[in-house]
């Protein structure tokens, strides 16, 4: 669309003239200020819908992590067949027209040596156990999940002992526990019974856990993160295991 027409729509000023009465001066002006001078006052121009100047730069496509076959750049490779044997140092060529002798991929699976080792191989196979691997390793894999166990300066004994078994739970489980003691009205004048209630938590069940942050205030709220201790987590994921397989 043309500067004229965009004014014509927007019902704004267009791009400021030059001296003589011709717009920008296009004879005179370079294309690239006539350009910049059309995008900026498009830009203070937020109801003018169609930009005028169009991006036609041709979109880079991305790679593939793994180089495979006519991808691969480097001068030579070390290259191992399908059956794990060495074939020594070979250019990329040479050791493409093995892998395609042999209905075969050539693949880079070590792009940091020197020089880069290539795998000769279905890559398509090689594509779905690499999937596989990874399916298995989130499923194996412990999200570390942060519980919370509330306090109030002025809780019982009761709750205390309910709340402190739900710490002891969590950390069993494998979990971490962030005790908070909160605060309300003025009740933040007598912080040393938070201290006091925390402290008392942290020394009953420092066998089964450790400490990662020491009671300290958080706005109107005092707040400790525990976390269990690597033994315990440990022997209940063997115990896990066994269980499991029997």
């Known amino acids: 669309m043309s500067p004229a027409r965009l004014r014509r729509?927007?019902?704004?000023?267009?791009?400021p003239r030059r001296a003589g009465?011709?717009?920008?001066?296009?004879?005179?002006v370079p294309a690239l200020?006539?350009?910049?001078?059309?995008?900026?006052?498009?830009?203070h121009h937020p109801d003018v819908q169609e930009n005028p100047?169009?991006?036609y730069r041709p979109r880079r496509i991305p790679e593939p992590r793994t180089r495979i076959n006519e991808r691969i750049r480097a001068r030579e490779v070390r290259v191992i067949d399908e059956m794990g044997t060495q074939l020594g140092i070979l250019t990329p060529q040479e050791a493409l027209t093995l892998a395609r002798q042999r209905t075969l991929d050539l693949v880079e699976v070590a792009p940091s040596a020197e020089?880069?080792?290539c795998r000769i191989m279905d890559f398509g196979k090689y594509q779905y156990q690499m999937e596989k691997k990874a399916r298995e390793a989130r499923k194996n894999q412990k999200n570390i999940v942060i519980k919370e166990v509330k306090f109030r300066p002025n809780t019982d004994d009761h709750d205390y002992e309910f709340k402190k078994n739900n710490a002891l739970r969590f950390l069993e489980d494998g979990d971490k526990v962030k005790a908070v003691v909160q605060f309300r009205g003025r009740e933040i004048t007598h912080k040393e019974r938070g201290f006091q209630l925390l402290n008392k938590?942290?020394?009953e069940i420092e066998s089964?856990?450790?400490?990662?942050?020491?009671?300290?205030?958080?706005?109107?709220a005092l707040t400790a993160i525990l976390a269990p201790k690597?033994?315990?987590v440990d022997a209940k994921a063997v115990v896990a295991r066994k269980s499991s397989v029997s």
């Open 21 to 28: 009465g011709q717009a920008g001066g296009a004879s005179r």
């Open 9 to 15: 729509t927007s019902g704004a000023q267009g791009p």
């Open 33 to 43: 200020n006539r350009m910049n001078a059309i995008l900026t006052w498009s830009q």
């Open 115 to 117: 020089p880069p080792v």
């Open 201 to 203: 938590l942290l020394k």
């Open 230 to 232: 690597k033994t315990a």
């Open 53 to 55: 100047i169009r991006d």
């Open 208 to 220: 089964q856990a450790q400490i990662e942050f020491r009671p300290r205030m958080e706005g109107n």
